[in-house]
Nanobody
């Protein structure tokens, strides 16, 4: 079982930036998929971005392409989500999630909630207009 610890949320005005971090432990980091998800009040949790830690392939939801970047520091077993040009609709609780020994998947699958077996506690992101 993978343990995940998130940090970096906060409150910013529209157009601002934030960096979220997700530190992973407890399993072989280099074979994981790690995803970032968000959930706004009253809405379902949705995939924002994902990365295959072994090859570095990245995946993004259309709503964040060009504004968010997912990256990793292999030495620290940490995945980052850099969020720029933030909009009020980006507001929500952000969660990182991981799947060990990540199998081949489509872009839609890897951004799906059901794929992931380990979840962090979440960090709040609030963007004011």
């Amino acid at each position: 079982q993978v343990q995940l610890g998130e940090s970096g949320g906060g409150s910013v005005p529209a157009g601002g930036s934030l960096r979220l971090s997700c530190a992973a432990s407890g399993d072989t980091y280099s074979s994981m998929c790690v995803g970032w998800f968000r959930q706004a009040p009253g809405k379902e949790r949705e995939g924002v971005a994902a990365i295959r830690t072994g090859g570095g392939n990245t995946y993004y939801d259309d709503s964040v392409k060009g504004r968010f970047t997912i990256s990793q520091d292999n030495a620290k077993n940490t995945v980052f989500l850099d969020m720029n040009s933030l909009k009020p609709e980006d507001t929500g609780m952000y969660y990182c999630a991981a799947l060990s020994r990540c199998p081949p998947m489509t872009a839609i699958q890897i951004l799906g909630v059901r794929v992931y077996s380990s979840w962090g506690q979440g960090t709040q992101v609030t963007v004011s207009s």
